[in-house]
């Protein structure tokens, strides 16, 4: 079984590195038996339950009703959930190599995995790594670019940069504003160094090699088979993002003229975001002609003065169009769907399941816009999710793997079609398909400009926990992946006095970033079985599976799994198959990459 494959990684890896403290195979202790074992899982059930419940309410409670006391609520209880889990974490080596019924051995092997960040054993250690952590976080957030040096006032936060990046067109600007977002980053390249140093002595004593290995093995496959398999998907998606590449470069250099080179990697501050990993914003500028869908779902949802409630309304109803049960009394009377006028909320949007059972909620600032009407339908998938699972044991209430999740919600989001609208009573006939490269255009530059940023953030991550890539080099290993992967190059030379992978909220906040790029793939995998399932014969980007109760079947089926199985057998349970496969992609863009093909004859690709 796949579920033991990973744990033998673990311990070579672990064995190689000489690490006394690890018992491998039947070096546990000789004491511990299976009912201790069952005991020990009881025990871990029912405290993270408890646990669990009182951080689901501080934690809602802290970002439906922001003050002090109520973010000191929600630190103590995320802090408590967190002890918890270490200490379990580092018991549950104690049955390592105990012959236990597979579920349970399951269980065991995945407590040791939940934790993104080790604290070691040494308290000193452990409260500096915790120190360094948050601390970490907390450059970042405060993180603001002063445009006057000296002067308090004027001082850009990211929200005032991100726009800045998404609505000028001045190079000058953009570039002032990249580089001015950069420079929160350099302070924490030392502390960086010394988190790298302390989680990754955490790492080992249970037993990885490094806190890269340790987040590779949740895929229960060997971390570097893992690697492999996403250099693979990569490989299938590449020569649709070399051809969005080209097409863009082509299109900004008749805009910004020598800021952008005709051939060559793209500038990484003239692509509509921070990062370069989002290029909807740049739509205006290589939007196709004459490929405007001709309709407006914001315009719709104004216009019949639908509100938050009845949109919610709307979503759910797709979910019970394929057979799933109605959301209970509780999520409408607990979620928060506006805007609350009396106090501080944190309107970003999100799902919750606050007592890891029925009590599902989602959390949005609703407007009456087809972002928001889109983001209900994949909030919602979380919810769903979360209820498919909620009868399994608490080590279980998770997905597949940390990709599914998301792709869930999108994949549900690739159903919200113009033909979809059109059976809900919203629009009264679908543009036809003479409109589809401006729909595609759109989608390619959010979800196919996504993918290798996606990939690389960790990549660069696992060569620095593996030691591959020494502090002194950190920065020229990041801009070596991003030209690799993305093609992006920075707007000025950037020694190694910055440290720019820390201007990426995920890396101070010690986030992992491959689930991203997962779900990236995952979601039109799962929209080509749903809507193959659902006898979908349009092309793929504009089928929906609302009101197909076979797809609804071969949905819950994977959802009601949670995270007890392998994933490549929840993959199954959807798709038919246990291999992740990005053809699906290219399926969905068949023909954007055909009218590319178009643009881009006698033009030069790649970089
Ligand atoms: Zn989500």
Same mark, same amino acid.
């Given at each position: 079984?796949?579920?033991?494959?990973?744990?033998?990684?673990?311990?070579?890896?672990?064995?190689?590195?000489?690490?006394?403290?690890?018992?491998?195979?039947?070096?546990?202790?000789?004491?511990?038996?299976?009912?201790?074992?069952?005991?020990?899982?009881?025990?871990?059930?029912?405290?993270?339950?408890?646990?669990?419940?009182?951080?689901?309410?501080?934690?809602?409670?802290?970002?439906?009703?922001?003050?002090?006391?109520?973010?000191?609520?929600?630190?103590?209880?995320?802090?408590?959930?967190?002890?918890?889990?270490?200490?379990?974490?580092?018991?549950?080596?104690?049955?390592?190599?105990?012959?236990?019924?597979?579920?349970?051995?399951?269980?065991?092997?995945?407590?040791?995995?939940?934790?993104?960040?080790?604290?070691?054993?040494?308290?000193?250690?452990?409260?500096?790594?915790?120190?360094?952590?948050?601390?970490?976080?907390?450059?970042?957030?405060?993180?603001?670019?002063?445009?006057?040096?000296?002067?308090?006032?004027?001082?850009?936060?990211?929200?005032?940069?991100?726009?800045?990046?998404?609505?000028?067109?001045?190079?000058?600007?953009?570039?002032?504003?990249?580089?001015?977002?950069?420079?929160?980053?350099?302070?924490?390249?030392?502390?960086?160094?010394?988190? *790298?140093?302390? %989680?990754? #002595?955490?790492?080992?004593?249970?037993?990885?090699? $490094?806190?890269?290995? !340790?987040? &590779? +093995?949740?895929?229960?496959?060997?971390?570097?088979?893992?690697?492999?398999?996403?250099?693979?998907?990569?490989?299938?998606?590449?020569?649709?993002?070399?051809?969005?590449?080209?097409?863009?470069?082509?299109?900004?250099?008749?805009?910004?003229?020598?800021?952008?080179?005709?051939?060559?990697?793209?500038?990484?501050?003239?692509?509509?975001?921070?990062?370069?990993?989002?290029?909807?914003?740049?739509?205006?500028?290589?939007?196709?002609?004459?490929?405007? *869908?001709?309709? %407006?779902? #914001?315009?719709?949802?104004?216009?019949?003065?639908? $509100?938050?409630?009845? !949109?919610? &309304? +709307?979503?759910?109803?797709?979910?019970?169009?394929?057979?799933?049960?109605?959301?209970?009394?509780?999520?409408?009377?607990?979620?928060?769907?506006?805007?609350?006028?009396?106090?501080?909320?944190?309107?970003?949007?999100?799902?919750?399941?606050?007592?890891?059972?029925?009590?599902?909620?989602?959390?949005?600032?609703?407007?009456?816009?087809?972002?928001?009407?889109?983001?209900?339908?994949?909030?919602?998938?979380?919810?769903?999710?979360?209820?498919?699972?909620?009868?399994?044991?608490?080590?279980?209430?998770?997905?597949?793997?940390?990709?599914?999740?998301?792709?869930?919600?999108?994949?549900?989001?690739?159903?919200?079609?113009?033909?979809?609208?059109?059976?809900?009573?919203?629009?009264?006939?679908?543009?036809?398909?003479?409109?589809?490269?401006?729909?595609?255009?759109?989608?390619?530059?959010?979800?196919?400009?996504?993918?290798?940023?996606?990939?690389?953030?960790?990549?660069?991550?696992?060569?620095?926990?593996?030691?591959?890539?020494?502090?002194?080099?950190?920065?020229?290993?990041?801009?070596?992946?991003?030209?690799?992967?993305?093609?992006?190059?920075?707007?000025?030379?950037?020694?190694?006095?910055?440290?720019?992978?820390?201007?990426?909220?995920?890396?101070?906040?010690?986030?992992?970033?491959?689930?991203?790029?997962?779900?990236?793939?995952?979601?039109?995998?799962?929209?080509?079985?749903?809507?193959?399932?659902?006898?979908?014969?349009?092309?793929?980007?504009?089928?929906?599976?609302?009101?197909?109760?076979?797809?609804?079947?071969?949905?819950?089926?994977?959802?009601?799994?949670?995270?007890?199985?392998?994933?490549?057998?929840?993959?199954?349970?959807?798709?038919?198959?246990?291999?992740?496969?990005?053809?699906?992609?290219?399926?969905?863009?068949?023909?954007?990459?055909?009218?590319?093909?178009?643009?881009?004859?006698?033009?030069?690709?790649?970089?």
């Amino acid at each position: 079984m796949t579920t033991t494959l990973w744990r033998h990684a673990a311990c070579a890896a672990a064995l190689i590195a000489s690490m006394a403290a690890v018992s491998c195979g039947g070096a546990s202790t000789p004491r511990a038996t299976p009912e201790e074992a069952k005991r020990f899982l009881d025990d871990v059930d029912q405290t993270l339950k408890r646990l669990g419940l009182a951080q689901g309410q501080a934690g809602w409670v802290a970002q439906t009703y922001i003050t002090v006391d109520t973010e000191a609520l929600d630190a103590r209880a995320t802090q408590q959930i967190i002890e918890a889990v270490a200490r379990f974490a580092k018991e549950a080596t104690r049955f390592d190599g105990l012959e236990v019924p597979t579920d349970q051995r399951r269980q065991l092997d995945l407590l040791k995995l939940s934790l993104v960040m080790v604290t070691p054993e040494d308290p000193a250690e452990a409260e500096e790594l915790t120190k360094i952590a948050t601390g970490l976080r907390s450059t970042y957030g405060r993180g603001k670019w002063c445009p006057e040096a000296g002067e308090a006032e004027g001082c850009l936060n990211i929200d005032d940069i991100t726009r800045i990046m998404a609505e000028s067109r001045s190079e000058r600007e953009l570039r002032r504003a990249w580089e001015g977002w950069h420079t929160i980053s350099p302070p924490m390249r030392g502390d960086y160094a010394r988190f *790298v140093e302390l %989680s990754n #002595t955490g790492a080992r004593e249970l037993g990885f090699a $490094d806190t890269g290995a !340790m987040w &590779r +093995a949740k895929y229960d496959m060997a971390p570097d088979a893992f690697t492999k398999e996403l250099d693979r998907l990569w490989d299938q998606v590449r020569p649709l993002y070399i051809k969005l590449h080209a097409y863009v470069r082509l299109k900004l250099h008749e805009k910004y003229g020598a800021a952008v080179p005709e051939t060559g990697p793209l500038p990484a501050h003239l692509l509509g975001n921070i990062w370069a990993q989002d290029w909807s914003n740049v739509y205006p500028l290589v939007a196709p002609a004459s490929a405007d *869908v001709g309709f %407006s779902l #914001t315009d719709i949802l104004k216009r019949r003065k639908m $509100d938050a409630m009845q !949109m919610v &309304r +709307a979503g759910e109803r797709f979910y019970t169009s394929v057979g799933l049960e109605p959301l209970p009394a509780t999520f409408w009377e607990r979620s928060l769907f506006v805007r609350p006028r009396d106090r501080e909320v944190v309107c970003h949007a999100s799902a919750w399941s606050i007592d890891l059972e029925s009590d599902v909620r989602i959390k949005m600032c609703i407007q009456p816009t087809e972002e928001d009407f889109t983001t209900i339908h994949h909030e919602l998938g979380h919810n769903f999710y979360q209820r498919a699972y909620q009868a399994l044991p608490v080590l279980f209430r998770d997905s597949a793997n940390d990709g599914f999740h998301e792709a869930i919600g999108d994949t549900i989001a690739l159903s919200v079609t113009p033909e979809y609208l059109v059976r809900i009573g919203l629009l009264d006939k679908a543009p036809d398909t003479s409109r589809d490269i401006g729909l595609l255009m759109g989608r390619a530059l959010e979800k196919v400009a996504f993918l290798p940023f996606g990939l690389l953030i960790d990549q660069w991550r696992w060569q620095v926990f593996a030691g591959d890539v020494a502090p002194a080099d950190y920065n020229k290993a990041w801009w070596a992946l991003r030209l690799k992967y993305q093609g992006v190059a920075p707007p000025s030379a950037r020694g190694d006095e910055f440290f720019d992978p820390g201007a990426k909220y995920h890396v101070p906040d010690n986030t992992p970033y491959t689930r991203y790029f997962l779900a990236a793939i995952l979601q039109f995998q799962f929209h080509r079985a749903l809507s193959q399932a659902a006898g979908c014969t349009t092309p793929l980007h504009r089928c929906s599976v609302y009101e197909s109760r076979d797809a609804g079947q071969r949905l819950n089926a994977m959802l009601s799994m949670g995270l007890s199985r392998p994933w490549p057998e929840a993959l199954e349970a959807l798709t038919g198959t246990r291999e992740m496969d990005a053809s699906a992609i290219l399926d969905y863009f068949a023909p954007l990459d055909r009218w590319l093909d178009e643009q881009l004859q006698g033009k030069t690709t790649g970089w």
